[in-house]
């Protein structure tokens, strides 16, 4: 379905330059970065109670066209599992070009916004690795006037925690791959019934959200068909919970640890909701909005949950798939609390 080496060099070719740095400044950046992974997972333990007894593994600081490789790398794993055969045809490799073409335009686009990121399908021997962007950390320091240290680590208290919720949770990688292979696979095997039955609600899904009946969804997911929905809802669910897990860990660990901690989440949740209006429409069209309110509503949860029965008892939402909150219990956390917890 996609050329992904294709999609590596169309994305690193594009990648717009990071911001100008002196030599000094910039070694300055990628050794704190790669020192500080270490200190920030220590932190990350300690309040969260996961991954005591795992080995403290170091992090891949990379440039932009870096990342845009690393990516691809992850994705081409990920989705090859849901479709590990070339799809047949003579038109096939055109397809593939044309979709790693688009694809690559979609990571230079992300690419210069990406601060990091841990990937459980990538890195070496594909167990996972962490991967920080270090021209766009010190753009972002820069644009919010913020101190540089504070804010590198807090940066890895965010992906150190997503790196532990898949290395703690044994579990998690694989049953996300299996979600994914399941939502993958149910697209791609659609026949033409299912075509027909697709376009025959176009028109009535356009009218749902040109009335704003579409209570959020966008125009994929109101086109799903009810099992593929079923599908979406749990990972939407899984995703926004690692999301906003991850961004309440990096406030909660405290102006102890980062003494700009306060600071540093006013002015970054500003310059998330920036950008000019060709930037703002770009976001929406590929996503990063609704990623944006994924932070938002998972740390809600996150804290809801904390402070109703502690972190010992929020943990339990990694005891099995059966226990992640469904998509409704995302909104409503205190419902979650009452299935688990009575």
């Not at 010190?138 to 925690?161: I, K, N, S």
Request: overall charge negative; charged content about 25%.
């Amino acid at each position: 379905m996609v050329d992904w080496s294709l999609a590596a060099s169309t994305g690193a070719l594009l990648v717009r330059g990071g911001p100008v740095v002196d030599r000094e400044e910039a070694e300055e950046a990628v050794a704190d970065l790669r020192d500080l992974t270490g200190e920030a997972e220590r932190h990350v333990r300690e309040l969260t109670g996961l991954g005591l007894d795992l080995p403290l593994l170091p992090a891949e600081v990379v440039d932009r066209p870096g990342w845009v490789r690393s990516a691809a790398a992850g994705l081409d794993a990920l989705t090859g599992r849901a479709l590990p055969e070339a799809q047949g045809g003579p038109l096939a490799p055109v397809l593939a070009g044309g979709a790693g073409v688009q694809t690559g335009l979609v990571l230079a686009f992300l690419a210069s916004r990406v601060l990091g990121q841990y990937d459980p399908f990538g890195g070496p021997d594909r167990g996972g690795q962490l991967v920080l962007v270090a021209p766009n950390v010190v753009a972002a320091q820069r644009a919010m006037d913020v101190p540089g240290h504070d804010f590198r680590l807090w940066v890895c208290l965010h992906e150190c925690t997503h790196r532990l919720q898949f290395t703690a949770v044994t579990w998690l990688r694989d049953y996300f791959a299996d979600e994914v292979e399941r939502l993958i696979g149910g697209l791609a095997g659609r026949d033409a019934d299912g075509l027909s039955d697709l376009v025959g609600r176009l028109p009535d899904t356009i009218k749902q959200i040109g009335k704003g009946k579409a209570g959020g969804a966008g125009l994929a997911e109101l086109l799903q068909s009810p099992s593929e929905r079923a599908v979406f809802d749990r990972l939407l669910a899984l995703s926004t919970l690692l999301e906003g897990h991850a961004d309440f860990v990096m406030d909660a660990v405290g102006p102890q640890v980062v003494p700009s901690v306060e600071l540093i989440r006013s002015r970054f949740t500003a310059r998330r909701k920036g950008g000019g209006l060709i930037d703002r429409v770009l976001r929406s069209l590929l996503g990063v909005d609704a990623k944006l309110r994924q932070y938002e509503q998972g740390a809600k949860f996150t804290k809801h949950v904390v402070e109703a029965v502690g972190m010992d008892g929020f943990n339990a939402v990694w005891t099995s798939p059966n226990t992640l909150p469904t998509r409704a219990e995302i909104s409503d956390p205190a419902a979650w609390v009452r299935r688990l917890h009575g």
